[in-house]
């Protein structure tokens, strides 16, 4: 699974909307629907957020793996 539709599946396993995931991330939601379409790429401070936020890997949420594994603790 690529890195855009393994954002929006997880918003969407979140019931999270594009605009709530765009407040978080501080940007437009018209940016992160471009993030999702794979319009555009999602900048990997990004990408780290939404690890943290949705407690998955790096390595799962950029399609790198399909085992849901949490994010790493400190």
């Known amino acids: 699974m690529k890195y855009n539709e393994r954002i929006r599946a997880i918003r969407e396993d979140n ?4 605009q709530k995931v765009a407040d978080l991330l501080n940007i437009g939601q018209r940016t ?13 401070d990004n990408i780290m957020i939404l ?3 949705y407690n998955v890997s790096l390595d799962y949420i950029t399609g790198a ?4 594994t949490e994010y790493p603790k400190k």
């Open 15 to 18: 019931d999270l909307t594009q």
């Open 32 to 44: 992160y629907a471009d993030y999702e379409s794979g319009k555009t790429r999602i900048p990997i």
């Open 51 to 53: 690890a943290k936020h």
């Open 65 to 68: 793996s399909n085992i849901r």
